[in-house]
């Protein structure tokens, strides 16, 4: 019988009788395995894959989470990498050789965007286009005869935009276009990119998947063959490699990853709905809300919603925009998201290194937009927290 996914989290994949019955299995602190003989390690190698020779490829803590990753997802195999980047450049350059062309879209995960756009170009004859990304034409007329990968973030991280994940799969595979998806912000609880037709789905596991704030990794899931050709090029030859530490601690966070994810969204809706109605707030971006513009699209391809969203207050003033900021109490500042607390960002800290207030309006971008990352506390503390701070605004 098939198991769901919280069932799978606690049970799957552990051969407790091999490890003495412990319901946790151990971190395999090794670097190499040892073989009893010349035929025995003679034999491993033609297997490199799935025999025990050396922690850069296999290692039975990271085994174990990767293949819970791939059983939660639908994906037939998993890589886990250390850290969200390794994982996005390893599928990228699987699917792409030199002077190939990737269609992405505008609004990417920044660090993916500079891979994408600059370090790939520079180094590989890499060319980019970037759509909007909203209809399945934009990509359409995008394609071109040296187009090998169509690389989608849905939800964007940065402005909540939607790409239609069936509509785009159907278009690549006609043109035998690989197709990759950042799926962080719904992780594999609430949308299932693979069972869309997606080839290659990856998250940063240091959001939800960790969860908890204390680690940075990264995964790729898909078929057997795209994984296990990752596993000898992009994984083994690269080098990146995750720490057996690092993957029992993606263990542990697994186990909950559900029950986290509902309530986040719990938690979230709760507080988007708050923002919305609040005076001071001109605009909140978060696809769980009613008349969240692609709200059709959304509950077509997405079973949930999880806790990163944005907002806009209602005033343009840097003074009262720095007062609200900064007299938040549970709400940290800081990077990142989707761990167990509560996180802002203001995208106009970065932005003000580079552009003077003038040049927002014509980007699309607002002094008072704020990101916020809704944690696990009650969230009648957090609606609390951003009530009082409103207070100066
Ligand atoms: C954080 C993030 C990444 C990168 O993950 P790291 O683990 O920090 O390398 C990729 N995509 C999205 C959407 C992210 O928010």
Redesign the pocket.
Known sequence: MKKNIETLLSHFAEERDEYKGAVVPPIFQNSLFTHPSWEHIDEAFDDRVDNLIYSRGHNPTVRIVEQKLAAITGGERALLFP??????SAAVLHCLNQGDHVVTIKN??G??NNLLNSYLPGKMGIEVTQVGGETVEEFENAIRSNTKLIYL?SP??AVFSLQDIQGVVALAKKHGIKTAI?N??ASPVFQRPLEMGIDLE??????YIGGHSDL???CVIGSEKDIKEIFVREFELLGAKTAPMEAWLVLRSLRTLPIRMRQHQENAMAVAEFLENHPKIALVRYPGLDNFPQKELAQKQMTGYSGLMSFQLATEDLEKIKAFFNSLKLFKIGV???GHESLIYAPAISYLKELKPEQFESMGISLGDMRISVGLEHKEDLIGDLGEALEVV
């Open positions: 850290s969200g980047m390794a994982a996005i990417i995960y660090p993916a973030e964007s991280s950042d962080s912000w990856v998250h940063s596991v240091s959001k940075v990794g990264g990142s998201w989707g």
